[in-house]
């Protein structure tokens, strides 16, 4: 019996220790919006991923800087 408690104890520490750090390792992706004058270099960070869901809002945002306007892509919330 004391085996088994010690056994639950040690999974249950892991069990917090890996739902904190995985709480904590959050990716924020960088993408480009447009400035005043339409070129898409302004740098913006977000927690969210491009996705093919076609039910999802289009955004003006873009993955690479360019000197033209920013192209229409769709974003999901990174979890």
């Known amino acids: 019996m004391k085996s088994a ?3 639950l104890t040690t999974l249950g ?3 917090i220790i890996g739902t904190t750090l995985a709480y904590k390792v959050r990716v924020e ?3 480009y919006k ?3 004058n339409g070129q898409c270099n302004v ?3 977000k927690m ?3 996705t093919t869901d076609t039910n999802i809002i289009q955004r003006r ?3 690479a800087a360019t000197t ?3 192209p229409l892509i769709r974003l999901t919330a990174a979890l």
């Open 61 to 63: 945002l873009s993955v």
């Open 34 to 36: 447009e400035n005043a």
């Open 68 to 70: 033209g306007p920013c």
């Open 13 to 15: 520490i892991f069990g």
């Open 29 to 31: 992706y960088v993408y």
């Open 43 to 45: 740098a913006t960070t």
């Open 48 to 50: 969210m991923y491009p």
């Open 5 to 7: 408690k010690i056994l």
